[in-house]
């Protein structure tokens, strides 16, 4: 008998599949949390979070962790703590596999500044692995469902910042695009 390697869930950039190699990737759902921009000091720019929401559900993925390895996975995500979120996600698997989440604590959580922005290349990534799984249904989802959209947008799209950017279509980006111009974001370029 084969051990269940333990899944990760994944709200942000992980819900890309081109940003990593992990098998047997699931939508799921995370129950009593939301997503948050934050900025901490381990980090340059702000990027995303969760954080206890009752009553909120989001959209994600998971994906097994082959051999419970966290290293290379701990290392990606090294500015948060990893939390068993177990009984706390949806699935479509059998049973009840362990399943881990990635959190900032919320003392290291500072608000995004022009400092410290969101890089569009990474807002670029979350929205497009959102489309490919969730479809423009789950990219308003992810918008109205995500806050701290008062931290500036730093437009790197040129010369992308982000160290897993992907190439967006032109319906991508304007995607992209059109959910900032409704939240009236702050672009700086």
């Not at 995370?30 to 959209?59: M, N, S, Y």
């Not at 290291?108 to 692995?129: K, T």
């Not at 990219?139 to 190439?167: C, K």
Request: hydrophobic share 40%; charged share 20%; proline share 8%.
């Amino acid at each position: 008998m084969t051990l269940r390697p333990p899944y990760f869930f994944g709200y942000g950039s992980l819900v890309n599949t081109a940003t990593h190699d992990y098998q047997d990737p699931q939508p799921a759902r995370l129950d009593g949390w939301r997503r948050k921009w934050c900025h901490t000091a381990l980090r340059d720019v702000a990027f995303l979070t969760v954080e206890p929401a009752p009553k909120v559900q989001i959209d994600g993925l998971i994906a097994a962790v082959p051999n419970a390895d966290w290293q290379a996975l701990d290392r990606r995500e090294f500015a948060y703590d990893r939390l068993a979120a177990d009984h706390q996600i949806q699935h479509p698997l059998p049973g009840n596999p362990e399943i881990s989440l990635y959190a900032v604590p919320l003392e290291a959580q500072n608000q995004g500044s022009a400092r410290h922005p969101i890089l569009l290349s990474y807002l670029d990534v979350v929205v497009q692995g959102h489309l490919q799984v969730f479809g423009e249904t789950g990219v308003e989802d992810f918008f109205a469902s995500t806050r701290g959209w008062d931290a500036p947008i730093l437009n790197d799209r040129q010369e992308p910042r982000y160290p897993r950017h992907q190439l967006l279509t032109a319906v991508e980006r304007q995607l992209v695009d059109h959910h900032l111009n409704q939240l009236k974001a702050q672009i700086l370029t």
